[in-house]
């Protein structure tokens, strides 16, 4: 696996921002990794720090960002950093590094084309996940747009439906949620991506296109 200098990176995203204009890059967001976040097909797409910090990752880099750090280890991130809201912020990392062993992953684009859609939602499993509701996820706008439970799993909406949920949590961790629709159970975690939800027994109004189904 090859390393990363913090010069080499810190030249990348000088390039990024470069190209995209406006987004300034932060020099590193470091914290202890509490899990991986995931895609509904359970790839995984970034890591949630210890302090609620979501740091965002391409997914199709996903497996060699497992290879190189595990929860529990100390990571420093690279990359945009979202606005800082009440219910977290975001990361879109450029180069990820496990401090301890130095080993980076800078995102590079995919080698192969991803697959269609239709073909992708074959792996989806229909799934309902419960639980007190731990960490609240954003995207790197600020948005809302999933929930972290005391068990670990993950539930996943899309942004446009963040502010319904948050209006029925109270703003606020702590309430039990129920949610079902399609997702993926596997060693990285537990993931669904919500069709139904509801907060303390009662249904939350989700709308919207974006949810994919087998």
């Known amino acids: 696996?090859?390393?990363?200098?913090?010069?080499?990176?810190?030249?990348?995203?000088?390039?990024v921002a470069a190209r995209i204009g406006s987004a300034e890059p932060t020099p590193s967001v470091t914290g202890k990794v509490q899990q991986y976040l995931l895609t509904p097909h359970g790839e995984v797409e970034g890591l949630l720090l210890a302090d609620g910090t979501s740091v965002r990752f391409p997914p199709h880099e996903g497996q060699a960002l497992a290879e190189i750090t595990k929860p529990g280890d100390e990571i420093a991130?690279?990359?945009?950093?979202?606005?800082?809201?009440?219910?977290?912020?975001?990361?879109?990392?450029?180069?990820?590094?496990?401090?301890?062993?130095?080993?980076?992953?800078?995102?590079?684009p995919p080698a192969n084309p991803p697959l269609p859609p239709d073909m992708r939602g074959l792996m989806l499993k229909p799934l309902t996940v419960s639980g007190a509701v731990a960490h609240f996820l954003v995207n790197d706008a600020g948005d809302v747009d999933g929930l972290i439970l005391s068990g670990g799993e993950?539930?996943?909406?899309?942004?446009?439906?963040?502010?319904?949920?948050?209006?029925?949590?109270?703003?606020?961790?702590?309430?039990?949620?129920?949610?079902?629709?399609?997702?993926?159970r596997n060693g990285f975690g537990t993931v669904v991506d919500a069709m139904s939800l509801s907060v303390d027994g009662q249904g939350v109004p989700l709308s919207g296109p974006g949810r994919p189904r087998p």
């Open 154 to 184: 993950e539930v996943k909406f899309g942004p446009h439906n963040g502010p319904v949920v948050t209006m029925m949590l109270g703003g606020q961790t702590g309430k039990t949620v129920e949610a079902s629709g399609y997702g993926t």
């Open 1 to 15: 696996m090859p390393k990363f200098t913090v010069l080499g990176a810190t030249l990348i995203l000088v390039l």
């Open 77 to 108: 991130a690279l990359g945009f950093l979202g606005p800082a809201t009440s219910y977290g912020r975001a990361l879109k990392a450029i180069t990820i590094t496990d401090t301890a062993t130095g080993q980076s992953l800078t995102d590079q």
